[in-house]
């Protein structure tokens, strides 16, 4: 939603994965957003199946939005303590694509 934003220096440049490092999912439920990729938006209006649609569009969700914020910017203000190594936006990919790239070359187990 756009803005202005302001951001460290020290925070230009995100962690390599390296083993032994968590991986930490916030946010409100992602539903089944990814899993029908983004297909939808390559159909020809009017041929999309509903069940598709609601597979590849993303919600919007202020109250979380606003929680996950202050959770990212308390975190920043811990300064070197800081715990996040790396961030990233769940996309159209979604968890399928999302968890891939942040754990990558060095790989992951997963635990749903």
């Known amino acids: 939603s756009a803005g202005v934003g302001q951001l460290d220096d020290a925070h230009r440049v995100k962690g390599a994965a390296a083993p032994g490092l968590l991986v930490v999912k916030i946010g409100g439920p992602a539903y089944r957003i990814g899993m029908g990729g983004s297909a939808a938006s390559s159909m020809m209006q009017g041929d999309n199946r509903a069940d598709l649609d609601f597979d590849a569009v993303q919600r919007g969700d202020a109250q979380m939005a606003q929680r996950a ?11 070197d303590a800081n715990p996040i190594v790396s961030i990233h936006d769940q996309g159209a990919g979604g968890n399928c694509n999302v968890l891939k ?8 187990r997963i635990d749903i």
């Open 69 to 79: 914020n202050r959770l990212v910017r308390a975190c920043v203000e811990l300064g």
């Open 101 to 108: 790239e942040i754990v990558e070359p060095c790989g992951g």
